[in-house]
């Protein structure tokens, strides 16, 4: 990759970057806790000095956070950073405090009380219905009460078969003030995929609706929730919550009894390593992994990616497309922590039209939308025009994550949205709820590029002996801890599977299992799962650049490549294609598709052969199974391979089996 600079497809008004949040901490940094002056240098390299500082002097920059913050510890920390060991990092030691009243303080002021703290939008109302922050604090008061009248106590589990609506947030904030342990799974989980979750945290109590809507249909999952009651004896309690407007099951408690009181919430005062949820992996070849992350640390990172790094404060409205079922969600209440508005939006991604996320942005005038990348993909192909068609002014920022943003796809979002938009493009995981590399708000925005590491975040791109990589492509490591790093994972009482899901490869080194290019202008490129990693002729090249090439392709919906190493020393690199309607795979669409990977990528990346499927699997958060088809494909059983509750359509792998080179 060229170190040259290429021109930025947009860069920040000076002014507006001066008046960011980021811009205001750095000058408090500065005065008060020694973070390097930078006014006299240009953009690029004020961040990367400011950054430096921030995983230089961790303990500082941490101090200096929860300061600009105001984090509110009832009891205060003996230190910043007890152990930097990894894993082990121990983050404030003797510190108290609450997520939740750190959520809900921003509705403590009579100028705030009344404004909204949750937009709703359903498929049968395109107009936002409010909750307000004295409503929002008056549910949880009331919901906290009653649940310690149910005897939910710090540390009990409480469960959720909910879909994005304001009820959900409301639960979790209920559950989190009174220090019980949060999880959640969306109702388009099956049960299997819900109890292979749910056995492993054993709640207590059980938040669960009667259905949910979804692309204009009402789906019962009355008989779901029948079955979890049955298939989970350490329940004492069900919450039913009527979105289909049936009756509570019998034995079941009402919703809208629990939460009519007018009560103050009151915060159980927790340790900084308490357990405030219980997030899960996609468990595609097991059980999902249940990981568990702290008060402290969600409070100390979501106020720092969402307040600095989305610059996010009171007066945004922030929108993220979502479920329940996938840590956004849990991100999404990050808008909530620094005094935003946030958008919950319970439907179809498309429905009733591919620009049916647009249209809410703009109905809720969200000033901040965040979305995957596969959508804003296929707004491309489906030829919408929210920028034209739309009233989007009051958007500023549009956040991109599940999978790499290609070129294509900034060039959708500054020809058909705005020529000034920022454009966050973000990488994370479920592992820190949170992100490595992202959005900046003073910073130029390149072409297929994320912007920055975070700050307080060491990554880099390392080679498979361990050396710092620029320019080429390596593993994804952080090299410091983060506070929202796992306090540990459920029923791994020796640590065994958390070691080895992170520090297998670097001891001491959390490798997160992405291929990235960290470039020489501090930009990061995610080229896909280094687990899943083509390795052709010793060059190993990332499925996403693929993709990106394949699917610009109008004949082509979407694709899957797999690179298996043969018994003989030979490698077999097949490109599965699910067609558009009415194409068929010939000679010319082959070729076609062979020299658009040779003439953009290499001839390295064109495919030994390709294959028309019907579909291509995907996690129930919509992410492409690369490593269960390549067991397949070697000859592993259906059984020996995959988890199928995992699997939005596990019938989908089956086709693969006829192309068993094994």
Known sequence: MSTERPAPLWTPDPARAAASRLSAFQHFAVEHHGAPRTADLPPHAAYTSFHRWSVDHVEDFWRAVTEWFDVRFTAPPTAILGSTAMPGARWFPGAALNYAEH????????????????????????????????????????????????????????????????????ALLATAAVGAVWTSCAPDFGARSVLDRFQQTEPVLLFAVDGYRYRGKEHDRRAVVAELRAELPSLRQVVHIPVLGTRAPEGALEWEALTAAHATPVFEQLPFDHPLWVLYSSGTTGLPKAIVHSHGGITVEHLKQAGLHLDLGPGDRFFWYTSTGWMMWNYLL??????????????????????AQWRVAAATGATVFGTSAAYVMACGKAGVHPGRDLDLHRLRAIGT????????????????????????????????????????????????????????????????????????????????????????????????????????????????????????RGTFVIHGRSDSTLNRQGVRMGSSDIYEVVERLPQIRESLVIGLEQPDGGYWMPLFVVLAEGVTLDDDLRAAVETALRTELSPRHVPDE???????????????????????????????????GSLDNPEALRVFERYRRA
């Open 610 to 644: 390709i294959i028309a499927v019907p579909a291509v699997p995907h996690t129930l958060t919509g992410k492409r199974v690369e490593v269960p088809v390549k067991r397949i494909l070697a000859g592993a059983s259906l059984a020996q391979t995959v988890n199928p």
């Open 401 to 520: 994550t599940g999978s790499p943003l290609p070129p294509d796809g900034f060039r959708w979002i500054y020809d058909e949205i705005s020529q000034d938009i920022w454009l966050a493009s973000v990488s994370g995981g479920t592992d820190v709820c949170g992100s490595f590399v992202g959005g900046v708000p003073t910073l130029p925005v390149y072409l297929g590029e994320i912007q920055a590491p975070y700050l307080g975040v060491a990554a880099e791109s390392w080679s498979p002996g361990g050396e710092p990589l620029v320019d080429e492509v390596g593993e994804l490591v952080v090299t410091k801890p983060m506070p929202s790093m796992p306090v540990h994972f459920w029923n791994d009482s020796d640590g065994h599977r958390y070691h080895d899901s992170y520090f297998d490869m670097f001891p001491g080194v959390w490798r997160h299992g992405d291929w990235v290019t960290c470039t020489a």
């Open 334 to 355: 990050s808008g909530l922590l620094v005094g935003a508005s946030i958008v919950t939006y319970d439907g179809g991604p498309g429905y009733p039209a591919p620009d």
């Open 103 to 170: 959520v809900l303080r921003h509705g403590e002021g009579p100028g705030t009380a009344d404004t909204p703290a949750i937009l709703h939008v359903d498929e049968r109302s395109p107009e936002p219905s409010i909750t307000t922050w004295s409503e929002l604090r008056r549910q949880v008061g009331s919901l906290a009460a009653e649940l310690r009248a149910l005897g939910v106590s710090p540390g009990d589990r409480v469960a959720a078969y909910v879909p994005n609506i304001p009820q959900a947030v409301v």
